[in-house]
């Protein structure tokens, strides 16, 4: 491979980032959208993506678990978009989107128990104190409580009267004012050069090395197709938008990811917050 002196040194050792991989679902900022209490936002090429929640009620059991000389309640964080589940249905339905279903919570966040609640029932053994749970989705997370069975009015009289716990978080989606990498007209720069060329099933293909050198080139020589001055955040967009395979020396780009641009992302965080 020819080393051209005049590319970046720090572009050329971006090329050690590109390992065979498994090619990861990319999300389509541009199509994102704002239904009651929800963010929806599609992976490229498809009607299907997460949706994360702005509003949650917690919500408490009927009953009470008898364990030993102690009460167990636990206490869910469900999104209200929930509760009913009809207005989730709608937006769905609505929109002919397909949820994912990813719980926003731990990946971008933490919920915790209320320092009240901690104080109520400090009285309690190790392993029986108030701890936050994993939720199981769409409940973003849950409250372990034990406490004394002549303590559970009590224990019931502050879930009504306030959270129990709280939720703080924050997604990073992209400002859909965003740059955008042109992976299109990239790639036909490129397949105009021979580095790039279109199989049967639509994926744009080359070598890896060639397509990572002659990409790199291009965010020199041409910074405006890859959305920012600086070219090496631009190309580093463009070359993960390969499943790249250095060993076998291939590179392949899925007809989805070929026939859209790529954010370069400002972000725009969405917050998640309950009882603070």
């Not at 009953?63 to 249905?89: C, E, K």
């Not at 901690?118 to 190790?126: I, Y």
Request: with cysteine; aromatic share 8%.
């Amino acid at each position: 491979m020819r080393i051209h002196t005049h590319l970046p040194l720090a572009l050329l050792g971006l090329f050690a980032l590109v390992a065979p991989r498994a090619e990861a679902q990319q999300l389509d900022y541009a199509r994102t959208l704002h239904g009651p209490d929800m963010v929806f936002v599609p992976t490229l090429g498809t009607n299907r993506g997460p949706i994360f929640y702005t509003r949650y009620e917690q919500v408490a059991p009927t009953s009470s678990t008898a364990l030993g000389d102690f009460r167990r309640m636990i206490i869910n964080l469900w999104p209200t978009a929930h509760r009913p589940v009809t207005q989730y249905n709608n937006f769905l339905t609505a929109n002919a989107i397909t949820d994912a279903k990813q719980l926003a919570v731990p990946t971008y966040g933490a919920c915790e128990p209320t320092q009240a609640i901690k104080d109520r029932l400090a009285h309690m053994p190790d392993g029986f104190k108030p701890a936050a749970l994993p939720g199981t989705y769409p409940i973003i997370c849950k409250l372990s409580l034990y406490f004394l069975p002549e303590e559970e009015a009590d224990v019931r009289a502050m879930i009504a009267a306030g959270p129990v716990m709280t939720l703080q978080g924050s997604v990073p989606l992209c400002d859909e004012s965003s740059p955008q990498v042109k992976v299109p007209e990239i790639n036909q720069r490129l397949t105009t050069d021979g580095v790039l060329t279109t199989n049967t099933a639509a994926e744009v293909t080359g070598n890896s090395w060639n397509v990572l050198y002659e990409s790199a080139r291009l965010a020199v020589l041409s910074p405006s197709l890859f959305g920012t001055p600086d070219p090496q955040v631009g190309w580093e967009v463009y070359a993960k938008s390969f499943v790249m395979d250095l060993t076998a020396q291939t590179a392949v780009m899925s007809p989805a990811t070929a026939s859209q641009p790529q954010y370069v992302c400002t972000p725009e965080p969405l917050v998640l917050q309950f009882g603070l």
